[in-house]
């Protein structure tokens, strides 16, 4: 039993350069959501995403940041044009049947920004 | 606006000692409540969960909570603490949205472990 996957688990980009970050959900898991933990902070929202679709992205800063989640494949979170601040750690959750459900945390990304 | 205050940012106690953190939220409606546990560099670990029914729940590793709707607190507790509960330990409200569940963290609270 595979739980959530996330890779690569460290990632290093020069300002300016595109962070593209993975999620494989629990098998057999539909929902996915992405958090960001800044140094010495809890974890914040940015988007919720069902298969193909975007369901709620209102914690994602308007400009640079995307996501998408496939019919196949991963979940991706992407940046453009990074910058330092965006420096932090990325964690991906998925919960099985309804959105209601119990959320379970891959071991996230690490981004560095330098 | 809903939200979860973890007051105690660090916390230390002698192995064998008993542990409580705090955890006090803000919701309108009914919470679903969670407890989480990060290890440095690693993921969250789910300890527990409140969604309805008995208000004392049993967790992981010998935590528990209790929910308090008169106090809006969730805080966890456990009896006598390891070495290796040394971690950062967050609680969470679900905020319930449109039919799915965004999780709200406090700060969360690092506790460290005197031998």
């Known amino acids: 039993n595979a739980g959530v996957m996330q890779n690569p688990r460290h990632l290093v980009r020069r300002r300016g350069q595109e962070a593209r970050l993975r999620c494989s959900p629990v098998k057999g898991h539909s929902h996915v959501y992405w958090y960001r933990q800044l140094p010495e902070e809890g974890l914040k929202f940015m988007v919720y995403l069902q298969k193909e679709n975007i369901i709620d992205e209102s914690g994602m800063p308007k400009e640079r940041f995307s996501a998408e989640f496939p019919k196949e494949g991963p979940s991706i979170l992407r940046i453009q044009q990074v910058v330092r601040g965006d420096s932090a750690a990325y964690f991906c959750a998925s919960s099985p049947n309804t959105p209601t459900d119990t959320q379970y945390f891959g071991p996230g990304t690490r981004l560095t920004v330098l | ?115």
């Open chain 2, 1 to 115: 606006a809903q939200s979860v205050t973890q007051p105690d940012i660090h916390i230390t106690v002698s192995e064998g000692a008993s542990l409580e953190l705090r955890c006090n939220y803000s919701y309108g409606a009914t919470p679903y409540l969670f407890w989480y546990v990060q290890s440095p560099g690693q993921g969250l670990q789910l300890l527990l969960k409140y969604f309805s029914g008995d208000t004392l729940v049993q967790g992981i590793k010998g935590f528990e909570a209790e929910f308090k709707r008169s106090q809006s607190s969730f805080n966890l507790r456990k009896p006598s603490v390891h070495w290796s509960d040394a971690a950062e330990y967050f609680c969470a409200v679900g905020a319930r949205t449109g039919g799915y569940n965004k999780l709200i963290f406090g700060a969360g609270t690092r506790l460290a472990v005197h031998p």
